[in-house]
């Protein structure tokens, strides 16, 4: 090998240990993992059936019989999440309901390890919706009108 070449490769080495050099294993905290639950309800506390749920980086699952839900994800480490119904069964759940947008907040349950901050949670979350109103005629109506 000539001399330029070991001194390129020496170069080489030397910069990758510089940049090595911070790494100290704790800001590559990148990733949490979270679990939100409750119920969805009307105003008057009954049970709100079919009601898709969705959450910021999370499947989408729907509410049962007792309008509770469990939503699962991950994402960029938050203290919260959005969390969204929308009554998307039309009328089959015992009438029309407006969608909701709830601000949850998220409580760190378990330590994460290499690229994840860790396990967070809510739970007994309750949701509120309120039925959809026709303006004109106070009638409940459906969302194609």
Known sequence: MNMKKILILFSTVVLLA?????????????FMWFEVSGRVVDGKGNPIKGI????????????DADGKFLVKGGGLPAG???????????????GYFN???AMVE???VKDGQGWTEGYYEAKDVEIVLSVRVDNITGDQTSPEL
Do not use: P, Q, W
């Open 106 to 108: 998220l409580v760190k």
């Open 18 to 30: 510089g940049c090595n050099a911070d790494y100290d294993g704790e800001n590559d905290l990148i």
């Open 99 to 101: 969608d909701k947008n």
């Open 52 to 63: 898709a749920v969705d959450a910021e980086s999370a499947e989408r699952c729907f509410t």
């Open 80 to 94: 919260s999440t959005t969390v969204k119904c929308s009554d998307v069964d039309k009328e089959d759940n015992g």
